[in-house]
């Protein structure tokens, strides 16, 4: 079934692209996250999808919002895309699938692709949007426009 908008994200822990522990509770109650699941890394798509979100980053800090990428890409792997594209946030190794599974996110193209699904959460851990579409370059609108949203409340 899933998390859907109006659910609190549970917590969790997970590895960051430099090996340290992510812990959720670090940042739930702390500020509002953009928290995108993608396939893998170096892909036309996901690299698009990575980078049109590096490019709004600075605007994303300014609302105090974090950025998350999440794929079952290897810490290794998102190092290497981290640096090869210069993108300055923070992505999740997902290797066995675990957090895919507590968000509920679907599979893409007829369950043979990891799914695309991007969810906004406020500062309190409530999701406020939670989108999925296999279109990389919807995501970052989706995501700005319900972080103004949010804002402007």
Excluded at 55 to 60: A, C, K, Q, T, V
Excluded at 75 to 104: A, T
């Amino acid at each position: 079934m899933g998390l859907e908008v109006g659910d609190k994200i549970p917590e969790f822990t997970a590895t960051k692209d430099d090996g340290d522990d992510f812990h959720s509770q670090e940042f739930v109650g702390q500020k509002p996250l953009v928290i995108y699941f993608y396939p893998k890394n170096f892909t036309p798509g996901c690299t698009k999808e990575a980078c049109d979100f590096r490019d709004s980053y600075e605007d994303f800090k300014k609302e105090g919002v974090e950025v998350i990428g999440i794929s079952s890409d290897s810490v290794k792997s998102h190092e290497r895309f981290k640096s090869k594209y210069k993108l300055p946030f923070i992505f999740l190794s997902d290797e066995k699938g675990n957090l895919r599974k507590l968000f509920g996110v679907k599979a893409g193209l007829f369950g043979m692709l990891p799914g695309r699904e991007t969810y906004v959460i406020n500062k309190e851990g409530v999701i406020r949007l939670k989108f999925n579409s296999i279109n990389a370059s919807r995501h970052l609108k989706q995501a700005i426009k319900t972080v103004k949203e949010m804002m402007n409340e």
